[in-house]
């Protein structure tokens, strides 16, 4: 979601002058130190970055990104305080470690008497961002995308989103037991973009249908492909004519394509895999 919001201020700014990456947008007369009017309670975990300070990667770096602020917030010993990048006014501010609460589920809050201090405005370079604080300069940097197979473990891995979203979805349960029980075997293939929006909302619901369907003929298969315009070159998305993810493809056990899960067939995925694979039983 963050880097949906990085990538069309990008174009905004593009717009404007000259090539830069894709951040926050909306830009707004900075005041000093100004004060929350409220909590701000859902800045969660984020995989879309890594920190850099100095020019050396910060891998104990925690980055949270929060929908309800369009915000980034950094956490990490190499900085003087915690960092919140403001897209509204495409500022830097740095908050008390004091004012920042810790929740059970992981996610943070900003207290409500927190006060934000300037330290200026980042910039960008390609996919990163670029900003400084107390004279130190920093860099977030967006992850390189995660391309060719890879087991569902390591996707979640790579990205707490995905695990979010996986949590958030609830599989038919009746659907997984048809599958369990009637499907023959098949291959599902998951073509998707770790940079991709749509993959990140969308695509973790097959890993609940995998995790419901295990002991089943059903095998599945992830693979990344790399950021637009290189993706059309991908040799095995050429292969099997994919050209917008998520796409998933199901194989029967000889290879044969038996059709293929795109669009709205992301709202319920286990009801199109009954769909094709056992096509008498009932759909829901």
């Known amino acids: ?3 949906a919001l990085m990538k069309a201020a990008l174009m905004k700014t593009r717009a404007r002058r000259f090539a830069v990456p894709a951040v926050l947008a909306v830009t707004l007369c900075a005041h000093p130190a100004a004060a929350q009017t409220g909590p701000v309670s859902d800045f969660l975990p984020s995989g879309e970055y890594a920190l850099e300070v ?4 910060v891998p104990k770096a925690e ?3 929060s929908v309800y602020a369009s915000a980034i917030l950094v956490l990490s010993s190499e900085l003087p305080a915690p960092v919140r990048l403001n897209p509204r006014a495409q500022s830097v501010e740095t908050v008390n470690l004091m004012k920042i609460s810790k929740q059970g589920d992981g996610s943070i809050t900003l207290l ?3 006060t934000l201090q300037p330290q200026g405005a980042f910039t960008f370079a390609d996919e990163d961002v670029l900003f400084a604080v107390d004279g130190k300069a920093c860099k977030l940097k967006s992850k390189p995308a995660l ?3 890879h087991p569902a473990a390591e996707l979640k891995a790579y990205k707490p989103e995905y695990l979010r979203n996986e949590a958030r979805y609830t599989a038919d349960s009746g659907l997984l037991q048809t599958l369990k029980k009637g499907a023959p075997a098949a291959r599902v293939r998951i073509f998707f973009g770790s940079w991709c929006p749509h993959c990140t909302a969308n695509m973790p619901s097959m890993f609940k249908v ?3 369907v295990q002991g089943s ?6 693979y990344g492909l790399p950021r637009p315009p290189a993706m059309g070159n991908d040799p095995e998305a050429k292969k099997a004519g994919v050209n917008a993810v998520p796409t998933g493809i199901v194989y029967d056990a000889a290879g044969k394509e038996l059709g293929r899960i795109s669009g709205d067939d992301w709202r319920r995925p286990e009801g199109r895999l009954v769909a094709l694979l056992v096509p008498g039983a009932p759909k829901s």
């Open 54 to 57: 100095a020019g050396k990667p």
């Open 112 to 114: 409500p008497d927190s």
């Open 63 to 65: 980055i949270y990104q």
């Open 217 to 222: 003929a059903i095998q599945f298969e992830y």
């Open 210 to 212: 995998e995790e419901g």
């Open 1 to 3: 979601m963050m880097a």
């Open 147 to 149: 391309v060719g197979l």
